[in-house]
């Protein structure tokens, strides 16, 4: 069971990034711990976007064969003007989960607290940081994608380490980031991105001295959630 990307043409057009990936051939097994790692300017974002099957290749095959998350912590999901609650119910629906049981192991792994039946624009940063991550990981994906592990507060992060290495014991994990140190915590391969190619290593050390080679070329980098606009519009708007 895999995830192949065969002979794939992508225009990446995000933002101010102009690229294209040629003859791009990956191939992710199920249950690989497996690392993305490209700075903000390697268009990640469009490659998960294939993966997911949330955009298609401008040319090339793409396969699945077993069930894939969305990128976690995304907060696409959350409707800004209902609950917590509300909003975990309706992924439970979404995914033919049990709701009761499945808001109980969400709010057990968040620990949302008195915010569980507040609307999402009021909600701090952190709490929606928990909920949004432990949505995706409380439901039984054959792979996790994640593009951050550094889940609510400091305080949180331990807890959150230890929650990330289990889902790794019972799934694969491929996590897309520009954090190198996470990758080689809990990744063992890597394809590296960089101008329209992807580089792939079976070695973690190798891995990130390659990336560590070509990412001073993308200046500074920040990992998908910590640039979330979502996010920030969740906690930042004035309703």
């Excluded at 955009?55 to 609950?83: C, E, M, N, Q, Y």
Aim: with cysteine; hydrophobic share 40%.
């Amino acid at each position: 069971m895999t995830i192949e990307l065969h002979k794939v043409m992508k225009k990446v057009r995000l933002g101010s990034v102009r690229l294209t990936y040629h003859d791009l051939d990956i191939r992710v097994e199920k249950n690989a711990r497996i690392a993305f790692l490209g700075n903000k300017d390697a268009g990640l974002e469009t490659i998960l976007k294939l993966i997911c099957a949330a955009d298609a290749p401008d040319k090339g095959v793409v396969t699945r064969t077993h069930s894939i998350s969305w990128p976690i912590p995304d907060s696409k999901f959350l409707a800004k003007h209902v609950s917590l609650a509300a909003n975990v119910r309706f992924i439970a629906r979404l995914y033919e989960q049990e709701e009761t049981p499945f808001l109980r192991k969400v709010t057990e792994m968040a620990q949302p607290g008195d915010f569980l039946n507040a609307r999402c624009d009021v909600c701090p940063k952190e709490i929606l940081s928990r909920i949004c991550f432990s949505v995706g990981a409380c439901l039984p994906f054959d792979h996790y994608i994640l593009t951050n592990v550094k889940v609510g507060s400091k305080e949180d992060r331990p807890r959150f380490t230890e929650i990330v290495e289990e889902m790794s014991q019972r799934s694969g994990i491929l996590l897309a980031s520009a954090d190198v140190k996470a990758a080689q915590q809990f990744c063992e391969q890597a394809y590296v991105f960089d101008e329209g190619r992807a580089t792939f290593f079976d070695d973690m050390e190798a891995a990130a001295e390659f990336y560590s080679s070509i990412s001073s070329k993308g200046g500074e980098n920040e990992d998908f959630f910590d640039a979330d606009p979502e996010l920030e519009g969740l906690v930042s708007m004035d309703f």
